[in-house]
């Protein structure tokens, strides 16, 4: 599994990631914090990459859309502040969760049109 995180968490969770072998971006490091939510959401489905993100009323709406449409993204990963808020301090919290997800689903399309919760 390839991830993409949308630019609402620390900047310091894909570096960690990467340190453990695994394959994270973030929206700050790639620039994709100017892209619309489908914008990012189509580059996430061509490169093949898991998009994490907090912003479930407009990817849920996207998500519908596309599925409307028969097309498929790559995976979402949503999360909500009052479980998973998106301090600093939560790096190791949302490191030590996405790990375990990402060695569960390590084939690229694992979670192709899917929507999980963290």
Same mark, same amino acid.
């Given at each position: 599994?390839?991830?993409?995180?949308?630019?609402?968490?620390?900047? *310091?969770?894909?570096?960690?990631?990467?340190?453990?072998?695994?394959?994270? !971006?973030? /929206?700050? =490091?790639?620039?994709? +914090? @100017?892209?619309?939510?489908?914008?990012?959401?189509?580059?996430?489905?061509?490169? *093949?990459?898991?998009?994490?993100?907090?912003?479930?009323?407009?990817?849920? !709406?996207? /998500?519908? =859309?596309?599925?409307? +449409? @028969?097309?498929?993204?790559?995976?979402?990963?949503?999360?909500?502040?009052?479980?998973?808020?998106?301090?600093?301090?939560?790096?190791?919290?949302?490191?030590?969760?996405?790990?375990?997800?990402?060695?569960?689903?390590?084939?690229?399309?694992?979670?192709?049109?899917?929507?999980?919760?963290?």
């Amino acid at each position: 599994m390839r991830l993409a995180l949308d630019h609402h968490y620390p900047a *310091t969770i894909a570096p960690t990631l990467r340190a453990n072998g695994l394959d994270a !971006v973030s /929206a700050h =490091e790639q620039g994709w +914090d @100017r892209l619309t939510d489908a914008e990012l959401l189509r580059y996430c489905a061509i490169n *093949t990459r898991v998009l994490l993100t907090n912003n479930v009323a407009d990817f849920m !709406v996207l /998500a519908r =859309e596309w599925q409307l +449409d @028969r097309e498929r993204h790559s995976g979402l990963i949503f999360t909500s502040d009052r479980q998973w808020p998106r301090t600093k301090d939560m790096t190791g919290r949302f490191v030590s969760a996405l790990t375990k997800l990402m060695e569960t689903h390590q084939d690229d399309d694992s979670l192709s049109g899917t929507i999980v919760w963290l």
